[in-house]
């Protein structure tokens, strides 16, 4: 397991109210958050399982919203019960809704000294820039924020192979022989996509290989993982996204096909149902 980030420890003496921490490693995200906040609650880069750190969760797959936001900044729950800070933790896999980030704002512009708060964001484009991991959090919380950018040592070449794109999902686990197999004939559907010349109705044929792919490893791999087809599904069109990006010449045709991953992206991220989505894709015109 990696050690503490020096970029967080150098912060664990004296630290700031509210903090963006940005990667390409959801994974590492998590870990360094978790031993940030039990330096700066307990004194040790040891994970501490404490309930003075609290990691934000939703029943909404996508979304954390307002009630989940109330939830944990009432008076009471901001205040540790044993360590020096209350620590509470943005994960990476759910969004704010805009009256969730409203509310939120609410709080960090008035900090208590007893509280932190951390948003952990891995980026949609990572490897094309970063500010895009910082595009669907508020302008208002950024600048409200420390905004720390944490590299790790995930590097991907989007070449579609079965390593890269195992290792571009990022869940920190070895699958087996029958996932593996799934998984490498959604690769090939993934890379199919990336030829903009297709008619719309073999781009539909494509896109609902993907999606059928996608759920049939879902159901494999979610209850080690916790993931959805939706989060699974932004995952596979975030890859085909980066491989156009950074393998092929970007003329407008191209940049285009991109606009219209990122548009799913953000429609799946909304709640919108995967069958829809992969339906308006098919039907762009490029």
């Given at each position: 397991?990696s050690?503490?980030n020096?970029?967080?420890?150098n912060?664990s003496?004296?630290?700031?109210h509210a903090?963006l921490?940005?990667?390409?490693s959801?994974?590492e995200?998590i870990?360094?958050?978790?031993k940030?906040?039990?330096?700066?609650?307990?004194?040790?880069e040891?994970?501490?399982?404490h309930p003075?750190?609290?990691?934000?969760?939703?029943?909404?797959i996508?979304?954390?919203?307002?009630e989940d936001?109330?939830?944990v900044?009432?008076?009471?729950?901001?205040s540790p019960?044993?360590?020096?800070?209350k620590?509470?933790v943005?994960p990476p896999?759910?969004?704010?809704?805009?009256?969730?980030s409203?509310?939120l704002?609410?709080t960090i512009?008035?900090?208590?000294?007893?509280?932190?708060f951390?948003?952990?964001?891995s980026?949609?484009f990572w490897?094309h820039g970063?500010?895009?991991?910082?595009s669907?959090?508020l302008?208002t919380?950024?600048?409200r924020?420390?905004t720390?950018?944490?590299?790790s040592?995930?590097?991907t070449?989007f070449?579609f192979?079965l390593?890269?794109f195992?290792k571009f999902?990022?869940?920190g686990i070895?699958?087996?022989?029958e996932v593996?197999?799934?998984l490498e004939?959604l690769?090939?559907?993934m890379?199919?996509l990336?030829?903009i010349?297709n008619?719309?109705?073999e781009?539909l044929?494509?896109?609902?290989?993907?999606l059928n792919?996608?759920?049939s490893?879902?159901?494999?791999?979610?209850?080690i993982?916790?993931?959805?087809?939706s989060?699974?599904?932004?995952?596979?069109?975030e890859?085909?996204?980066?491989a156009v990006l950074n393998?092929?010449?970007?003329d407008s045709?191209?940049?285009?096909f991109?606009e219209?991953?990122?548009l799913?992206?953000s429609?799946?991220?909304s709640?919108?149902?995967?069958?829809?989505?992969i339906?308006?894709?098919s039907v762009?015109q490029?």
């Amino acid at each position: 397991m990696s050690t503490l980030n020096k970029k967080l420890f150098n912060e664990s003496t004296n630290p700031f109210h509210a903090y963006l921490l940005i990667s390409n490693s959801s994974i590492e995200l998590i870990n360094q958050a978790k031993k940030f906040s039990s330096l700066i609650s307990f004194g040790t880069e040891e994970i501490v399982n404490h309930p003075d750190i609290k990691f934000v969760s939703s029943e909404n797959i996508n979304t954390l919203g307002v009630e989940d936001i109330r939830d944990v900044v009432s008076k009471e729950k901001l205040s540790p019960i044993e360590g020096k800070y209350k620590v509470i933790v943005f994960p990476p896999f759910k969004s704010l809704t805009e009256e969730a980030s409203n509310a939120l704002l609410k709080t960090i512009e008035e900090p208590s000294e007893s509280s932190i708060f951390m948003i952990l964001s891995s980026g949609i484009f990572w490897s094309h820039g970063r500010d895009d991991s910082k595009s669907l959090i508020l302008s208002t919380i950024k600048s409200r924020c420390r905004t720390i950018f944490l590299e790790s040592n995930l590097a991907t070449n989007f070449d579609f192979s079965l390593n890269d794109f195992i290792k571009f999902l990022d869940y920190g686990i070895s699958f087996n022989s029958e996932v593996n197999s799934e998984l490498e004939s959604l690769v090939q559907f993934m890379d199919n996509l990336t030829d903009i010349e297709n008619s719309g109705p073999e781009r539909l044929k494509i896109l609902q290989s993907i999606l059928n792919s996608v759920s049939s490893v879902n159901s494999e791999i979610k209850e080690i993982t916790n993931t959805s087809v939706s989060e699974l599904l932004i995952k596979c069109i975030e890859y085909v996204a980066n491989a156009v990006l950074n393998n092929f010449e970007l003329d407008s045709k191209r940049y285009q096909f991109v606009e219209s991953l990122e548009l799913a992206i953000s429609d799946l991220s909304s709640g919108l149902r995967p069958q829809i989505v992969i339906s308006f894709l098919s039907v762009k015109q490029y």
